[in-house]
């Protein structure tokens, strides 16, 4: 899309005044090289950002990042569309209009997924998903915090809500009859959706102003008069880092004894299902598991690359949507990392070949994996693996006691488990007891809509579940350390 800049003006600043997100993971602090405009008309001339991150063909042709772009005569623009939502190829079967329906969204950190549920029948019939446009204002939860404790908190909730009311029009449902909606998220989500004081969530003790259950009117939520007047009800968490994301795909999630459910995100979550307990606990990963922080990164929208295999000696990819490769999401980097230990490319500290060191693996025309990128996906799978490995020891079991491992997220849907075990995601012990579920947490919500049984499951699991801290746990770093290689 295109768009007239006024003079005087920062433009990611009035991007995001005018409810246009472009991804900022770095928060607009001209790190991260992400907020990529293209100057179609008028004078912008390039900052030294520009010139150290991006290339000097790309600048002769009107790249420019936003965070650093200061008018000093009104400009156009061309940007890419940060909140474009997925819709299937396959074209979306009519609704029964005598059912009654709801809506059920799960609100990631990285991505947002909503879904149009037959209540009478049952079953979800319609999903959009894009990115969480608050990725204009940083790719993790800690940034965002940050954000909204610098005066962006209404900024911060109006591009989520705003994302929210474009899926719920994406789903064509306004003829239906709609009853209801419920929304999982994690408990930072749920603080920037509400409009509410990020302080209690930003250092110790972590005091969150809500962990969820709360039930407010959609019209409210989003501040739309024509929304559908229906109550929204909101997935309670457990604790200020195992929010109603965990909750809601656990109660909806057959668990045997020892069964360990992995939510890989931004955010690792682990529950351990044993002996009646629910053991929680939660790792700060970043977001490189989920396409943020990588120099190719993106959420898992269409275009993604989402699996990397090699056939007939070369690398082959596939993107979301089969769309033409636009950037790598979580399970892509996990894969395309796999693929460059197995032919040697990479060593077991995770450095790469002195032929590929200075500028990476490249899998397809701007599709590249990078030696910073090696880095953050290490540092990320090191805090999952020390997570896991540390509530196990926690709950004094071994590998060997472990009945199933659940791997849940939006990223969990594509990954390959043979490659998160070669990377040292997942511990080998646990290879052929895992399995990918896709996303627990919007399932989570879809079934609440049906199931008169949900919540009181719910209540159940919350007053079982305890929290492992693993900032107090002596062994945590010990393993984090010891995960970091391959």
């Not at 100057?39 to 001339?45: K, N, T, Y």
């Not at 799978?381 to 004094?396: E, N, P, Y």
């Amino acid at each position: 899309m295109q768009m007239m800049i006024p003079s005087g003006v920062n433009v990611l600043s009035f991007l995001r005044e005018k409810g246009v997100f472009v991804p900022a993971h770095c928060g607009g602090a001209g790190a991260c090289g992400k907020c990529v405009i293209k100057v179609i008309a008028g004078s912008l001339p390039p900052s030294e950002c520009d010139k150290r991150l991006l290339s000097r063909q790309s600048i002769v042709s009107g790249a420019r990042l936003a965070c650093k772009a200061f008018t000093a005569s009104p400009v156009r623009i061309e940007i890419n569309d940060a909140s474009a939502f997925n819709t299937p190829d396959i074209k979306w079967e009519q609704p029964d209009k005598s059912h009654t329906f709801g809506l059920a969204a799960d609100i990631g950190t990285t991505t947002i997924a909503v879904s149009l549920v037959d209540i009478t029948a049952k079953r979800s019939i319609r999903t959009v998903s894009a990115a969480n446009a608050q990725g204009s204002f940083g790719a993790d939860v800690i940034t965002r915090i940050g954000a909204a404790l610098s005066g962006e908190k209404a900024a911060l909730r109006k591009a989520v809500t705003k994302s929210l009311a474009d899926a719920v029009g994406r789903l064509d449902c306004a003829s239906l009859e709609l009853t209801k909606m419920t929304i999982a998220a994690n408990t930072a989500m749920y603080h920037m959706l509400l409009g509410l004081d990020c302080t209690g969530i930003a250092k110790a003790p972590f005091e969150p102003a809500t962990l969820g259950g709360e039930q407010v009117s959609l019209q409210a939520l989003i501040n739309d008069s024509a929304a559908p007047d229906i109550p929204v009800t909101l997935v309670r968490g457990i604790s200020p880092f195992v929010g109603g994301d965990i909750t809601s795909g656990l109660a909806c999630t057959q668990l045997a004894d020892n069964t360990l459910l992995l939510d890989l995100g931004t955010n690792g979550e682990a529950v351990l299902f044993s002996e009646g307990r629910f053991i929680c606990s939660s790792a700060a990963a970043g977001p490189a598991l989920e396409g943020g922080e990588l120099s190719c990164g993106m959420g898992g929208v269409n275009g993604a690359v989402c699996r990397v295999y090699e056939h007939d000696g070369r690398l082959r990819f596939d993107t979301i949507g089969s769309a033409p490769p636009l950037g790598l999401c979580g399970s892509g980097a996990v894969d395309l990392l796999a693929c460059c230990i197995d032919k040697g490319y990479v060593d077991k500290q995770g450095v790469f070949l002195d032929s590929y060191f200075e500028n990476g693996f490249e899998l397809a025309s701007g599709v590249t994996l990078t030696q910073q990128d090696i880095r953050e996906l290490q540092l990320a799978k090191a805090a999952i693996r020390a997570c896991v490995d540390t509530l196990i020891s926690h709950a004094g079991k071994k590998y060997e006691d472990i009945s199933q491992l659940i791997i849940a997220g939006g990223f969990g849907h594509f990954l390959d488990i043979q490659s998160a075990c070669k990377i040292g995601l997942i511990p080998n012990a646990l290879k052929c007891k895992a399995r990918a579920v896709g996303n627990t947490s919007l399932k989570g919500a879809e079934r609440s809509l049906y199931d008169e049984r949900f919540f009181g499951r719910l209540d159940d699991i919350i007053s079982r579940a305890e929290t492992v801290e693993l900032s107090s746990d002596e062994g945590f770093k010990a393993r984090f350390i010891e995960n970091i290689g391959f």
